[in-house]
């Protein structure tokens, strides 16, 4: 039996970092980290000791439901 090897991740795949995530959004720093407090917003990950970055994922996921939501 051979081990599980886990699934391959996507390509487009990657850490976005704050100002990828402003654009992407729309919103600014401020409300970023006040919907992250109140559970709204995906939490960032440390990804080094002064910096942070999202799952390009998890955003994505995050900007699609926003627009099911509106349809």
Request: proline share 6%.
């Given at each position: 039996?051979?081990?599980?090897?886990?699934?391959?991740?996507?390509?487009?795949?990657?850490?976005?970092?704050?100002?990828?995530?402003?654009?992407?959004?729309?919103?600014?720093?401020?409300?970023?980290?006040?919907?992250m407090?109140?559970?709204?917003?995906?939490?960032?990950?440390?990804?080094?000791?002064?910096?942070?970055?999202?799952?390009?994922?998890?955003?994505?996921?995050?900007?699609q439901?926003?627009?099911?939501?509106?349809?």
């Amino acid at each position: 039996m051979q081990p599980s090897s886990p699934a391959p991740l996507s390509a487009d795949r990657h850490i976005m970092r704050r100002d990828e995530v402003e654009q992407k959004t729309g919103f600014k720093r401020s409300h970023i980290y006040n919907l992250m407090k109140a559970g709204l917003f995906p939490q960032c990950r440390r990804i080094g000791t002064r910096a942070v970055g999202w799952d390009s994922l998890e955003i994505e996921q995050w900007v699609q439901d926003r627009l099911s939501v509106r349809e």
